[in-house]
Structure formats: C-alpha cells, structure tokens
C-alpha cells in the first residue's frame, strides 16, 4: 500500500501559511535546480502572478520557473499534463484542479508531484435532474441508487445526453440531495416541475489516496469545511500542522496557536450593536427558509432598510468602501441606494480583490441542508454546523479591508451569526 503524508497546515488568517511554502521553495532551490517538483493549486489568479504588485509564486520563487497551464488551441487541461510530463513546477487555479480527470492524477502521481493547495477546495457542487428522467435513468438501469442515496452510475457503453452525469459518477461520488419544485417557463405558460437536485463531489478521492509524494493544504478551521467531510466521507487519512514561529508544528503541541493573533485583531473589528439588530434575534431570522416565508415579507422590507441606514447613517461611508452580501436569489430584494454594486454572495472565497473595502454588512443565516446533514449521519458523520457557519463567515470577512490590517466595521443582523462570530473572536 502506498503511504504519503497529507499535511493539512491550519493557521489563523495572516499567519504566513502560503509565505512559509514559498521560502520552502525557495530553499530547495537556492541554487537554481531541485529533483523536487512542486504544483501550486490556489483560488487566488494573483497568487499566482501580479505584475502590477510583483508578486505571486511565479515572481517570488524565480528560481523554481513555475508556468502556469494555457490555452494552446487544445485547452488548459491538455497543457497542464504537458507541463506535467516535461517536469515542470506548476501554478493553477483550483477550477483547473477540479477538472483533473484520471490521467491527470496518475501523471501527478508518475511524477512524484509535492501537491500544495492554498485554502480548501469547494469540493461540493450540485447538479439537478427532471424527477421523470431521474425515474427514468433508474427504470432502465443505468444507474442505482444505494443505502446512503449515492448515484451508481451501471451502464459504461452509454452514449447520450446524460454523459455529463456519467462523467461525474465515474469522478467521484454523485448523492441524491433534496427534491424541489421550480417554475419552469415555456411558450405556452408557466408550471412547476418536480426536479432532483444531486450533491457531486468535484474530485476523485484516488487523488489523495494514491498520490506518492507530499500534499500540503493550507487553511483555517479546517472541521468547519467540506473538504473535511470529504476526507471522513472517503477515509482519507491526514496529519494536522499549525506555524509557531515561522515553522511547521504539530497541531495538538501548540493549543493555544491563535489566541495571541485574536489580540490584534480584536482591535481592528468592529461590531455594530443596536436597535438594527433586533430584525434577528430568532434562531432561525435570515436563513435561507425565512426569506422564503410570505409572512416575512414586511421583515425583509425592513431588513433593506436597516443596510441602507447602516451604511448611510450609522457610517457615511462612500460607496467603493462598502462590501454587502446574502444569499444570492435574494439580492434583489436587499439592494439599495448607494450600496447595491457592493454586493457578493455570501459564498465567495475565490477573490482577493475587496482589500479596500471597510464596511461590511453579512445578511445571512448560514445552515447546513437538512439533506446533506441526514446524508452524513448515516455514515456516522457528525457536522460541526456552527464551525461551518463561523468558516463561511469568516472566509467572506477576509476577503475585505482586514486582510491588509486596516480596521472594518461589520453589521451582522443574525444573532445567532453574530455570537458565533464574537465567541470565535473571544475564544
């Protein structure tokens, strides 16, 4: 059996998780060459290459000569495994990485590729089916459904227009999430249709099982991601790594890693408290099924205001310094006057590009699906649905001004949102 080390490196924000990597590299190649290959797997373009700041792996660890994957006519995917035979050191997005079909891992693996992925990967994506395809698929045996709702993709001579679902199941795991019903528009009126929503898994779990060289993930609150129910759900063993003076340490030998950080940045958070905050004392105030609810309505009426008077009369701050987000089918009815192109939905991780913005409004109530929760629970995995929620918040809060350690200044209606987040920063 193949044994490697995955090391998942979990560090507070700031901490230098991604520098640290870098000056690895660059040690191994200090004297311009290293039988070490390295691939570089970041969310971040940036990360990769910014001329106008001159930074980036490629212009920080000159003597590795990373290249980054291009488009040359037979795409990205077809260059990288070129790259990849010709042993080069390579730089790549982590949709790039998600696309990774089986010879990529078996070239990464061949290589002997050190694999280091800066922040988790979104691992869960959905897809949905017609309930009476769904049937279909399953009446005719080409796929099955097991105990645990996973799709079981059974006819390999398939050709048709299910080929995509196909591609999926023989990628990874495909689970039937929640059936719901959607207006669907046609020429003739509207009616509701009953579809199947599907959770995929992005990557093959054989990249972390079979690989033979080092991986190394870069995070933070690594149990309140998917990847980390990913590695449950699939028995990927791994070993937990913190930084204690600009150095690798187990985990478990430095407890209190992060509280001396939380000092400095208590001092650049600030947290509105008042009367605009009452619009969410319940449990369950700006989740996802409250905006849903008709009664609701006038609330969310009023929510919209509570943003704007935040944004105008609580701070008259100018509208290139303010980042707002919600769900994103609920946009519309939230945006207003002086704020609306400041917004970003509550799950965006891939961009660095808000470092100017200072206020921030987080209107949103995060929860796990109910159907994902069961879907784990009958394999005996318990969901940390409160470190979910504070990684979500969390990661959305960095992408703002406190990134670049300038102080901001945060409206987070959801009192459950906002206590999950203030004990986090309380210890």
């Not at 044994?3 to 190649?29: F, H, P, R, S």
């Not at 017609?130 to 099955?144: A, F, G, H, P, R």
């Not at 990661?395 to 209606?413: E, T």
Request: proline share 2%.
């Amino acid at each position: 059996m193949i044994i490697i080390q995955i090391n998942v490196v979990d560090a507070i924000m700031g901490k230098g998780k991604t520098n640290l990597v870098k000056q690895m590299i660059n040690d191994e190649y200090k004297d311009g060459y290293s039988n070490k290959k390295y691939i570089f797997v970041t969310p971040f373009l940036k990360q990769i290459e910014d001329e106008e700041n001159k930074t980036g792996i490629i212009t920080e660890c000159p003597n590795a000569r990373f290249k980054q994957p291009k488009h040359l006519g037979k795409g990205k995917l077809d260059n990288l495994h070129r790259l990849i035979i010709n042993n080069e050191n390579i730089a790549m997005t982590h949709t790039l990485f998600t696309y990774a079909t089986q010879q990529t891992y078996d070239l990464l693996r061949i290589n002997e590729y050190i694999i280091i992925i800066d922040e988790v990967i979104q691992l869960v994506d959905t897809t949905a089916l017609s309930v009476s395809d769904y049937d279909m698929l399953i009446s005719t045996n080409t796929i099955k459904v097991n105990e645990y709702k996973e799709i079981i993709w059974l006819d390999d001579e398939y050709i048709g227009v299910f080929e995509y679902l196909k591609e999926l199941c023989k990628r990874g795991t495909v689970v039937e999430s929640v059936r719901k019903k959607a207006k669907i528009n046609n020429k003739k009126k509207k009616k509701d249709e009953e579809f199947v929503q599907l959770l995929v898994w992005n990557l093959n779990p054989d990249i972390f099982k079979l690989h033979t060289n080092d991986i190394y993930i870069l995070t933070y609150l690594f149990e309140g991601s998917y990847m980390y129910l990913y590695f449950l759900n699939h028995e990927i063993k791994y070993k937990k790594l913190t930084i204690k003076n600009n150095n690798l340490v187990p985990f478990s030998s430095y407890p209190d890693n992060d509280k001396n950080d939380k000092k400095n940045l208590k001092k650049l958070v600030n947290i509105y408290e008042g009367k605009l905050n009452n619009i969410g004392d319940y449990e369950y105030a700006l989740s996802k099924s409250w905006f849903d609810e008709r009664k609701n309505k006038i609330l969310v009426t009023q929510l919209q205001k509570n943003i704007y008077n935040f944004f105008r009369n609580v701070h008259s701050c100018k509208s290139d310094e303010i980042i707002w987000t919600t769900f994103k089918d609920y946009k519309n009815k939230l945006k207003g006057k002086g704020y609306t192109n400041g917004f970003v939905q509550c799950a965006e991780k891939g961009s660095n590009e808000y470092g100017d913005k200072k206020y921030i409004a987080y209107c949103c109530n995060r929860f796990f699906h109910p159907d994902d929760i069961t879907y784990f629970s009958k394999k005996n995995i318990a969901v940390e649905d409160e470190v979910w929620a504070l990684s979500e918040m969390i990661q959305f809060i960095w992408r703002s001004a406190i990134r670049n350690d300038q102080k901001i200044y945060l409206y987070i209606p959801s009192k459950r949102m906002r206590n999950i987040f203030k004990n986090w920063l309380n210890n």
